[in-house]
Structures are given as C-alpha cells and as structure tokens.
C-alpha cells in the first residue's frame, strides 16, 4: 500500500511562486513513477509533470514547460514540484499520483495510468 500527502499549496499573486511537496510512504519507491496532476473546477484532472523515480528523467505539460520543476528527494521519498511565474490559469486543485506498474515510458499522461492518489493541495493564483 502507498500514501501520498500533498502539501505547499496556497494563495499567491500572479507572477509569484510556490513550492508543492508529495510525501510518499508504505513501499518502496524506486521502480515507482511519480506525476503532478491539477483539476481546475469544472475541469478534467490534466498532467502537469512526472519524474521517474529511478533515472529522475522528466517530463513536462507544454503549459508549464520552463515555469514548472519536478525533482525527487530519496532520502525524504519526497517528490516536489516548484512552481515559478504563476498565472491565474494555474489555479486548481494540485494532485499527485504514483505508478507502481512496471513500464519503459518517460511519461504517463493520463490519470488511469497512476494507481495511487493522495488528496491533493489547493493552488490559487489572483491575477
């Protein structure tokens, strides 16, 4: 069984930053795939970024692309996404999600690929 706690959302001006934090816990996580989803209201959950826990090969949403960083602490089973030159478009509920499937790919872009999900953090950008 795997937990994922999100935390390091909040309420930021437009241009500002944020750092999100995803504690993971109950496995090992070194095969795992790790991905930072968001659902905005009224919207789909979409991929942000991933990271493979293993090599740390990234990958990025063109939305975020140059703005968003995904890294991994193996120490702390802690995966972070920091978030530079917000926009109110950012606004959401920011999830992450872990892939314990074996697989090959540097990305997984859907949510049905991921089968764990911690709670989420709630990101709000005013502009």
């Known amino acids: 069984q795997v937990q994922l706690v999100e935390s390091g959302g909040g309420l930021v001006q437009a241009g500002g930053s944020l750092r999100l934090s995803c504690a993971a816990s109950?496995?090992?996580?070194?095969?795992?795939?790790m991905g930072w989803f968001r659902q905005a209201p009224g919207k789909e959950r979409e991929f942000v970024a991933g990271?493979?826990?293993?090599?740390?090969?990234?990958y990025y949403a063109d939305s975020v692309k140059g703005r968003f960083t995904i890294s991994r602490d193996n120490a702390k089973n802690t995966v972070y996404l920091r978030m530079n030159s917000l926009t109110p478009e950012d606004t959401a509920l920011y999830y992450c999600?872990?892939?314990?499937?074996?697989?090959?790919?540097?990305?997984?872009?859907?949510?049905?690929?991921?089968?764990?999900w911690g709670r989420g953090t709630e990101v709000t950008v005013s502009s």
């Open positions: 109950g496995r090992p996580f070194s095969n795992h795939y």
């Open positions: 999600g872990a892939r314990s499937i074996p697989g090959s790919s540097n990305w997984y872009l859907t949510p049905s690929e991921y089968d764990y």
């Open positions: 990271i493979r826990w293993s090599s740390s090969s990234t």
